[in-house]
């Protein structure tokens, strides 16, 4: 009797846990379709690259990114021999998603001494990325944020936290406040 009750609690924890993973991914994008995404400055996507990143206010390079804080990227249809230019303007966000990134998940080891040594615990990592489709440009295939969290405990960036990581150079503006993480 004493074995069914322990597995009648394990169900019962491991579905409330299950159940709290699943809340956490079917949260509302940062930016919901019809929201507007408008960039102020004329960005370059150099060479060969499919990418412009956003951290810390102004574009960066990828090599030059801090994977451990947030930043966000406008994505281009593709990479070309030469330089695309990304004029200023306004676009219209089709459509929105979050997801979790798996293939971003690393092992982090923890060092131990004592009695804790040789433990073998270790955290995982993944990628929270906020992926919206844009139109209102040939050149612009999407916007994406992303923010490294561990597996399991993290979370997707706020539209607030998105907007400091761009800084002036783009403006979010979601199309309604009505669940939107501020």
């Given at each position: 009797?004493?074995?069914?009750?322990?597995?009648?609690?394990?169900?019962?924890?491991?579905?409330?846990?299950?159940?709290?993973?699943g809340i956490r991914e079917a949260g509302q994008p940062m930016l919901g379709v019809g929201s507007t995404v408008r960039l102020h400055t004329a960005l370059v996507v150099p060479e060969r690259r499919w990418s412009v990143y956003l951290q810390d206010s102004k574009p960066q390079r990828l090599a030059t990114i801090?994977?451990?804080?947030?930043?966000?990227?406008?994505?281009?249809?593709?990479?070309?021999?030469?330089?695309?230019?990304?004029?200023?303007?306004?676009?219209?966000?089709?459509?929105?998603?979050?997801?979790?990134?798996?293939t971003a998940a690393r092992e982090i080891r923890i060092a131990s001494i004592g009695a804790l040594a040789n433990t073998g615990f270790e955290r995982r990592y993944r990628a929270y990325e906020s992926e919206m489709s844009l139109s209102g440009a040939d050149d612009i295939?999407?916007?994406?944020?992303?923010?490294?969290q561990e597996a399991g405990l993290g979370r997707y960036m706020t539209l607030a936290e998105a907007r400091s990581v761009v800084g002036d150079v783009l403006s979010l503006q979601p199309a309604s406040a009505v669940g939107v993480e501020q």
């Open positions: 009797m004493n074995r069914i009750l322990q597995a009648a609690a394990f169900g019962i924890v491991l579905g409330l846990c299950t159940g709290c993973a801090d994977e451990s804080r947030g930043y966000c990227e406008l994505k281009v249809h593709g990479p070309k021999p030469t330089a695309q230019h990304i004029a200023p303007g306004v676009f219209i966000v089709t459509s929105a998603r979050r997801r979790l990134d798996r295939r999407a916007f994406t944020c992303t923010v490294l």
